[in-house]
């Protein structure tokens, strides 16, 4: 029965990843392990469910939390000017700002920074390329 219900999710997390972008798919990959992890070493009693739980609550944090990444980072590269988002609670806090060019890739940086409670989770510097589209059409 067990192996019944871990197939089905699994299926079912497949099928929702198939209509994700690749950062929605890379940060709910990261929070749904972190999240499957933390959810396991937490319910002592039954430790598959805190797994599953976890794991879901995580997926969904950490998928949210790229597409919000990407959004605010192709906001901040046309407007070049920061981009601030908070959550309604305001336990969470997102900060994209223009931090140069790069002549070699010909892409622009933009420095990220991700606050959780009040704590600076995250702290890098990507890169937005705006890509040249081709057409082979006759």
Known sequence: MKRLIIFITVLAMAAVLMSCTESQVRGG????????????LLDHRNPWRGGVIGAA???TFGATLGDISDRASREAV??????????????GEYRAEPAGYNDATRCKKIHEKVWEEGR???????EVCEG????RRY
């Open 132 to 135: 040249e589209r081709y057409d």
């Open 78 to 91: 046309q407007a070049n000017k920061p981009v601030y988002y908070r959550t309604e609670d305001g336990r």
């Open 57 to 59: 609550l995580g997926g």
């Open 120 to 126: 600076l989770i995250r702290d890098h510097v990507k």
């Open 29 to 40: 990959g990261i929070g749904a392990g972190v999240g499957g992890v933390a959810g396991a």
